[in-house]
Structure formats: structure tokens, C-alpha cells
T-cell receptor
Framework: NAGVTQTPKFQVLKTGQSMTLQCAQD?????MSWYRQDPGMGLRLIHY???????DQGEVPNGYNVSRSTTEDFPLRLLSAAPSQTSVYFC?????????FGEGSWLTVV | GENVEQHPSTLSVQEGDSAVIKCTYS??????FPWYKQELGKRPQLIID?????GEKKDQRIAVTLNKTAKHFSLHITETQPEDSAVYFC??????????FGAGTRLTVKP
């Protein structure tokens, strides 16, 4: 039982490039979400999903896309990276009681 | 949507003293209030949580209190130890997939 697995752990992008952060969970949770963490701003919700085929926007969705084709996977796509998207990204899945975070992905956009 | 405010942003205490971190929330329908501890370079880890039908919950040296009328909740750490040094986040939600976090409190416990 690996929990929530995120890849890559570190990534440097050039402005305008696109990339996908991968997230997978093996706990059969219906709920999955993506957060970004910036200094002094806590964790801000980007997108979330309540089950396969269903996604919705969080607090800061602009510049990001998600899809949920299976219960296990919830990838986050940056369409055209900008320096403002330099951040630490956490994927999470949750049951009725607890959120489980992945280890984080450190993304730098130059 | 829900808005969570957390104070103080930094807190320094002497080992053995108590630490208190306070949060307020805006959505009266929120019913779940977890607290997370995050060490440098690590993921947030749940340390304690409380639901809206309970006013207080304790787990060894940590406790959380909830005042639904005033829409605020607090984390209390007693007999602090150097290993308690970390960033602590409060959060509030109606359900786990739309959780909103406070900005965090950096706690430093001085030996």
C-alpha cells in the first residue's frame, strides 16, 4: 500500500512549456485534489475530484487542467508554464475522515 | 467559499511551555476542522481533528477546541519539546475534497 504517489519530485521548466504532474493513489478513495503551497500562503486548492469522470475548480484553477479517467489517477497539467506557477504542489486523496498527501513536487519555472 | 484565518504566523516558546494557535473560519456550514504539522521539506501530516458536534478533543499533549458560535478553533500543545518545532496548519471544510487551509504558524521550541 503505497498511499499517494506523485511524480516528478523536482522539475525545472522554461516559461511557456507544458508539463503534467502525475498522481496516483491505491486506497480506492473517491476524493482527490491538488494543492499548491507558497511561502506564507498555506495550501491553496487548485482542482478537485469527487470521483472518476468528475472534476471541479478550487481557489486557484487558472493555468491548470485536470482529468480523472480512473479512480486511481488524477494528473495535473500546466498548459503554458509561467514564473508565477513556481511552487510546491501536493496531490491528496481522502476518505470520509482524513486527507492523505503525497510527498510533493517542487516546480520551478524560469 | 470558505475563508480560514490563522494566528500567529510565528510563535516561539521555551521548551516545556504551552503553545496556542488560533483559527477563524467564515462558512457556518463547515463541520470538519483538522490540524496538520509540516516539517521542512516534508508533506503535511494530520495531528488531530475535530468535528462540529464536539467542543474539545485531546490526544496526549495536544488538544483542539471548537467554538461554533464564534466560528473559531484552537490548537493547544502542552509541555512543548524541540521536536514540536514545525509549521502548523489549520483547515476547515464541509467535506474532505474542498478543504481550505490557514496560512500556517511557524512554531519554534527553544531548548
Amino acid at each position: 500500500n503505497a498511499g499517494v504517489t506523485q511524480t516528478p519530485k523536482f522539475q525545472v521548466l522554461k516559461t511557456g512549456q507544458s508539463m503534467t504532474l502525475q498522481c496516483a493513489q491505491d486506497m480506492n478513495h473517491e476524493y482527490m485534489s491538488w494543492y499548491r503551497q507558497d511561502p506564507g500562503m498555506g495550501l491553496r486548492l487548485i482542482h478537485y475530484s469527487v470521483g472518476a469522470g468528475i472534476t471541479d475548480q478550487g481557489e486557484v484553477p487558472n493555468g491548470y487542467n485536470v482529468s480523472r479517467s480512473t479512480t486511481e489517477d488524477f494528473p495535473l497539467r500546466l498548459l503554458s508554464a509561467a514564473p508565477s506557477q513556481t511552487s510546491v504542489y501536493f496531490c491528496a486523496s481522502s476518505d470520509e475522515n482524513t486527507i492523505y498527501f503525497g510527498e510533493g513536487s517542487w516546480l520551478t519555472v524560469v | 467559499g470558505e475563508n480560514v484565518e490563522q494566528h500567529p504566523s510565528t510563535l516561539s516558546v521555551q521548551e516545556g511551555d504551552s503553545a496556542v494557535i488560533k483559527c477563524t473560519y467564515s462558512d457556518s456550514a463547515s463541520n470538519y476542522f483538522p490540524w496538520y504539522k509540516q516539517e521542512l521539506g516534508k508533506r503535511p501530516q494530520l495531528i488531530i481533528d475535530i468535528r462540529s458536534n464536539v467542543g474539545e478533543k485531546k490526544d496526549q499533549r495536544i488538544a483542539v477546541t471548537l467554538n461554533k458560535t464564534a466560528k473559531h478553533f484552537s490548537l493547544h500543545i502542552t509541555e512543548t519539546q524541540p521536536e514540536d518545532s514545525a509549521v502548523y496548519f489549520c483547515a476547515a471544510s464541509r467535506h474532505n475534497n474542498d478543504m481550505r487551509f490557514g496560512a500556517g504558524t511557524r512554531l519554534t521550541v527553544k531548548p
